[in-house]
Nanobody
């Protein structure tokens, strides 16, 4: 059974930074792609960034240049470095992993609040 555990969320002022971590139980080599989603109150969950097993990355326009997704295969962990945070980045952030022929895996979420 795959488990994904997020950490690193919290309260930060506008312009600040946070680094989210997603620790997987077992090797992340199994996953074709991993990503971060977020869901703000009253809104649908949206994809923020993805990274493939080959290291290719993709971002939604609103976070390009501010967020960086990465993965540490040796430690079975994925990260999301978030800089220049804005109030509109406030949401619960979820880790996602995709593996061929399996349903997607999800973490439990970590709250990020950007407020002065």
């Amino acid at each position: 059974q795959v488990q994904l555990v997020e950490s690193g969320g919290g309260l930060v002022q506008p312009g600040g930074s946070l680094r989210l971590s997603c620790a997987a139980s077992g090797s992340i080599f199994r996953f074709n792609a991993m990503g971060w989603y977020r869901q703000a109150p009253g809104k649908q969950r949206e994809l923020v960034a993805t990274i493939t097993s080959g290291g290719s990355t993709n971002y939604i326009d609103s976070v390009k240049g501010r967020f960086t997704i990465s993965r540490d295969n040796a430690n079975n962990t994925m990260y999301l470095q978030m800089n220049s945070l804005k109030p509109e980045d406030t949401a619960v952030y979820y880790c996602n992993a995709q593996r061929a022929y399996y349903l997607p895996y999800w973490g439990q979420g970590t709250q990020v609040t950007v407020s002065s």
